[in-house]
């Protein structure tokens, strides 16, 4: 039996909007539908008082594939803005990431051998041996000053748990550097769409039939008769109903208003490292696009613990969530005519890149 679509692509977000485009250029029939009120996922902006606002936290878009790069620059102008965060500790700001800059402002060095020799004393206090936590994996890395202030209570807001109870992988990609470089992601490409992610998606989406606030899992059935082949970019264990657990992620509580000045912290975004602070980090908005608006819009980011129904954000990558994503992968293997991509549905955390270079490659497999 002939079926009116194609593909129907559950999500509107990056891996969705991209498989769809690359799909309907190559003649295939597609239905998109997101249980939201709008397309971009997470990282959808809208406009708030003339500006965009990252609706559920910072997105900066940073990669090294010229292919990828080249792909998001068909549907949006980017800037040149580069991340370079702010760590307040009670009331001292540091650099980030750490580099000679953080170095100076901790220690009072100057030179990179003096931040080597300061951070190799520190290092030798916690003795030899693979580190078993994270809290010795961040003190092998950059010593115990730096791990105390701006390590350490950031951490465990992030995670929700002490940092001798995460596991070291965690944090052993830490960026260090010695050199004077506030660079956060040191990428070949970096920036904002000048008008927004939401912007670049819906570009993306154009000519393609969208259902907004539709609910896959709740309509599965009908849905599902309408393609001869559904790519699933939701959550994975929620596709097979938490028949074999749900697996865990930390979410995301956010907090925003509009301020009446022209500019609240000087900064895109300032990491609140210390354990009293209940949120993580507090985002500036307009810094993202060089704002000159008359006012400022501000988000305050809280670190939240997840049950099933909230919104997942990081995937906890422990043995046990590892083991259990296994087993869901195995019976999405088995799943004839359904296609799982996208962070929720690898149960990864993806940078953007990553996401439209995974969308990319689907579809080129799907054409053949």
């Not at 769809?20 to 190559?26: G, L």
């Not at 105390?148 to 995670?159: A, I, M």
């Not at 260090?176 to 769409?193: E, K, L, S």
């Not at 992620?249 to 925003?256: A, D, G, I, K, V």
Request: glycine fraction near 8%; aromatic fraction near 14%; proline fraction near 4%.
């Amino acid at each position: 039996m002939s079926r009116e679509y194609d593909y129907l692509i559950v999500g509107a977000g990056l891996f969705g909007a991209v498989f769809a485009r690359e799909m309907t250029d190559a003649g295939r029939r597609c239905l998109v539908v997101d249980r939201r009120g709008h397309v971009a996922g997470n990282a959808h902006t809208e406009t708030v008082e003339g500006v965009a606002v990252h609706r559920y936290g910072a997105h900066i878009f940073h990669t090294n594939d010229d292919a990828v790069w080249a792909y998001v620059n068909r549907f949006g102008r980017f800037n040149r803005f580069t991340n370079s965060p702010i760590a307040n500790y009670r009331g001292e700001l540091y650099n980030l990431p750490f580099n000679m800059n953080t170095f100076h402002q901790m220690w009072g060095v100057t030179t990179p051998a003096q931040a080597r020799e300061e951070i190799l004393r520190q290092q030798q206090a916690v003795g030899d041996g693979e580190p078993q936590n994270l809290e010795e994996q961040a003190i092998r890395l950059v010593g115990r000053d730096i791990y105390e202030k701006l390590v350490k209570g950031y951490t465990q807001k992030q995670w929700g748990r002490p940092c001798t109870e995460l596991p070291a992988f965690i944090i052993r990609r830490l960026p260090v550097r010695f050199t004077y470089d506030n660079n956060y992601f040191n990428a070949r490409y970096q920036g904002i769409p000048e008008d927004g992610y939401t912007a670049v998606v819906e570009r993306m989406l154009e000519g393609i039939e969208v259902r907004l606030d539709t609910d896959f899992l709740r309509q599965r059935r009908e849905l599902s008769a309408l393609a001869e082949t559904v790519v699933y970019t939701g959550p994975i264990d929620a596709y097979f109903d938490y028949r074999l657990g749900a697996l865990e992620y930390r979410s995301l509580r956010f907090e925003t208003e509009v301020l009446d000045t022209d500019n609240y912290q000087g900064n895109a975004v300032v990491n609140y490292t210390d354990a009293e602070t209940p949120y993580t980090r507090v985002i500036e908005h307009k810094h993202f696009t060089y704002g000159t608006q008359p006012k400022t819009v501000i988000t305050r980011e809280y670190s939240a613990a997840w049950q099933p129904g909230d919104e997942p954000y990081y995937p906890v990558n422990d043995q046990r969530n590892t083991a259990l994503y296994r087993r869901y992968a195995a019976l999405a293997e088995k799943e004839p005519h359904t296609l799982f991509g996208g962070r929720l549905g690898a149960y990864r955390y993806y940078d953007m890149d990553q996401v439209i270079a995974a969308a990319l490659t689907l579809a080129a497999q799907e054409r053949g």
